[in-house]
């Protein structure tokens, strides 16, 4: 591929973790907080993949902490509001940036998780199961 080509299919993976990044911000202040101290500046060099697989890790551990907290309930209105879209990569890294690690969490209970989900992503979720055990 030439390089405008890949500069641009750059800038459209840059735009989605803008987007996807701004809106878990907003939702959740709470994160951004603590996504600032470990990484000391917001940057799209890690890709929206990894910044989605820190957040469920981060969830994870809220949710072993304290399932029915404020914050918790924030993570699944923004997980609930990104799976409202119809753009398949943006299903995609909600799939697998975020709903395959609460799926495959040990410490995190599965049904908890599925009565969060909308009914959309509740499909989405439960198709791990081919899966895993």
């Known amino acids: 591929m030439k390089t405008k080509e890949m500069d641009e299919l750059k800038n459209i993976n840059d735009f989605i973790y803008k987007i ?16 600032e101290l ?3 500046e917001y ?23 304290d399932p029915k907290s404020i914050i918790v309930n ?7 509001k990104v799976g409202e879209s119809n753009n398949l990569e943006v299903l995609n ?12 969490s040990k410490n995190v209970d599965r049904e908890l ?4 989900l909308s009914e959309k992503l509740k499909k989405y979720f439960h198709e791990f199961s081919r899966y895993y055990n």
Not at 113 to 116: A, C, E, P, T, Y
């Open 20 to 35: 996807l990044a701004d809106l878990l911000f907003k939702i959740l202040p709470e994160y951004r907080t603590i996504f």
């Open 38 to 40: 470990e990484n000391n």
């Open 43 to 65: 940057n799209l060099s890690g890709g929206v993949y990894l910044f989605m697989n820190e957040f469920a890790s981060f969830l994870c551990k809220e949710i072993e902490k």
């Open 74 to 80: 924030k993570a699944f209105t923004f997980i609930n």
């Open 93 to 104: 890294i909600l799939r697998v940036g975020i709903l395959e690690i609460l799926y495959t």
């Open 113 to 116: 998780v599925s009565n969060s």
